[in-house]
Structure formats: C-alpha cells, structure tokens
C-alpha cells in the first residue's frame, strides 16, 4: 500500500509540474506581440530586389506554446508563395518549407524583438530581425542575406489586421 501510495504521489507532482510547464509556456506566448495577422504596407517598405505585390504574415500560438510562422506573398507575376515553419525561441533549428532556406532558428531579444537565422547546409545564410511597436499596431521585419551568392535585404513594414479580417 505504501508503495502505491508513493506511486500516486509522484504521478501527482510530475502531471502538476507538467501542467505548471504547459501553461507557463502558454501564458508567455499568449502575450506574444508577433501572435496576428500581419499585412504588408508597400509603400513604407524597402526591397533591394523585387517588391511583392501583396504578403500577409500570420503569427499563430500552438498548443505547445510554439508559433506557427506564415507568409503568404502574392507575385509580380500574380503566383502565390507559401512559406511555413513553426519554432520556439530556443535558437533550435527547425525546417522550413518552401524556402530556399533549409532551417531557421529563433530567439526572443526583448519583448517585442525577436531574431530569425536562416541556414542553408547548417550555415547562416540569412537574418532576420522582427520588431512589434510600442502600441503592437507596427510589426517591422529588417532582412539581411545571401542567396546563391547574391546578396539582398529589405525593410518589411506590416501594419496589424483588425480581428475579424481575411
């Protein structure tokens, strides 16, 4: 009986330090400036090479308390690209898809800053550094990198959508 009774005590504490965990990791990225809907504003931004003609960028909490990164760009040529990731401010490397990047890795800076290193063949190849206004209305995306030896950078400036908009 006592050892059942130590059993169930020590499945207690680790399903409460568990939950504790669980929701600690919820309740820091609940309050996450990036979690929304981003649209770019074209005429605010800044492009070396082409400009898109539309993005959006969706930041969306995970069960996990991870972000699910989305970037929707429609072309000059009116194709639409994807590109999709979703990673914890642990500065791991996780996939990316649809991407000349092969992973990306994220950490928080401050609570509005977060810094995304792009790599290809476990090399950083790109940054990426993401600021949310004082007022969370203005998410301002700076990229630096290098693609096939070519090098780019841009000044994203997006402006938050309202709930409720597509």
Do not use: C
């Not at 939950?19 to 820091?28: D, G, K, R, S, T």
């Not at 990047?101 to 509005?112: E, F, N, P, Q």
């Not at 209305?137 to 700076?142: D, E, F, K, M, P």
Request: glycine share 8%.
């Amino acid at each position: 009986m006592q050892r059942n009774g130590r059993l169930l005590g020590f499945t207690i504490v680790a399903a409460s330090l568990l939950y504790l965990n669980v929701h600690a990791a919820m309740a820091q990225s609940k309050d996450d400036p990036l979690v929304g809907r981003w649209t770019l504003d074209r005429a605010r931004s800044e492009f070396s090479g082409n400009v898109p003609e539309k993005r959006i960028t969706i930041f969306e909490l995970m069960p996990d308390g991870s972000l699910k990164h989305i970037t929707e760009t429609v072309t000059a040529n009116g194709s639409t690209d994807r590109v999709e990731y979703v990673s914890k401010y642990d500065g791991k490397d996780v996939p990316i898809s649809n991407s000349f990047l092969w992973t990306v890795s994220v950490k928080k800076i401050d609570a509005r800053t977060t810094e995304r290193s792009g790599k290809v063949n476990k090399e950083v190849v790109e940054t990426s550094k993401r600021t949310v206004s004082p007022d969370g209305q203005v998410l301002t995306i700076v990229t630096t990198g290098t693609n096939a030896g070519n090098e780019y950078s841009s000044t994203q400036v997006f402006t938050r959508e309202k709930t409720g908009s597509k």
